[in-house]
């Protein structure tokens, strides 16, 4: 996915998130690499990392949110799922993720109005890795 962004001109960074369970922590980290990055950014997560990406988007005026099976909605985490997110995001899930289960990402783009592709895969979507960059590739492009 790295390349794609990479080909279309996007710069790319990746935050480590290592010995850091807390995602009210990781969203707080986010931010504060994307503010000292001092450019538009589109973010893309995969996991607890699409949540953490949802999360800041609006604080760092995103301008595009890219989500991999984002852990919505999760037990113990319900209220933390970030609602009124207001930039353009899509959302790539696996039908037979036993994870995070594919319904609470149908339910988050239902209320947020976000585009979702949904493919026959489960929760890490590896064996839909060129279908992935296709997707990530219409995305930024019009970005």
Known sequence: MAAVAQELEFRVESVDYRGMDDPRARVQKLIAVGLELKVPLVLVGSSMGGHVSAAAANQLGARGLFLLAPAFYMPGFEAHTPQNVAVPTAIVHGWHD??????????????????????????????????????LRAFLTPL
Do not use: Y
Request: hydrophobic share 40%.
């Open 98 to 135: 036993d994870i995070v289960p594919v319904e609470n990402s149908i339910r988050w783009a239902r209320s947020t109005c976000a585009a979702l592709h949904i493919l026959d895969s489960s929760h890490r979507l590896e064996d839909q890795i060129e279908a992935i960059c296709s997707l």
